[in-house]
């Protein structure tokens, strides 16, 4: 078993972070019914972090999971290693149920993995 690299911190956090996101806006669309005028300028404010929050997370964890594959880890371990710090980040957050999250997350992952490696391009 190759062994697998710290995870980096911000992936670590960005997690943590956009699952404590996704968790709250399931709590602003029912806080949006009931107090729609109020609510609704910070539910776009929030959605709008929330989408910065994850691409960069997106992005971050496809680099991550090339680099592991460039180092020899296998696809199941970085699916264990991804898996894993997600499943802490929901612990740290609270949030149950969020199967599609963690799917989510793992398919980037995934496309990172399997992505073509980039090549330089040769000085001419």
Avoid at 30 to 44: F, H, N, S
Avoid at 54 to 68: C, G, H
Avoid at 111 to 118: K, L
Wanted: aromatic share 8%.
């Amino acid at each position: 078993m190759i062994a697998v690299e710290v995870v980096p911190s911000p992936i670590v956090c960005g997690v943590e972070a956009l699952a404590r996101y996704e968790k709250a806006a399931g709590a602003y669309a029912i806080l949006a019914r009931w107090y729609r005028t109020a609510v609704v300028a910070e539910q776009r404010r929030i959605a709008g972090e929330r989408q910065f929050v994850r691409t960069e997370l997106r992005r971050l964890l496809q680099r991550y999971a090339a680099r592991l594959r460039d180092s020899g880890v296998p696809p199941d371990q970085m699916i264990a290693t991804v898996k894993g710090v997600v499943s802490q980040a929901l612990v740290r957050v609270g949030w149950r149920g969020a199967g599609v999250f963690v799917l989510e997350v793992l398919d980037w992952g995934l496309e990172g993995y399997y992505a073509e490696p980039v090549r330089e391009a040769a000085c001419s």
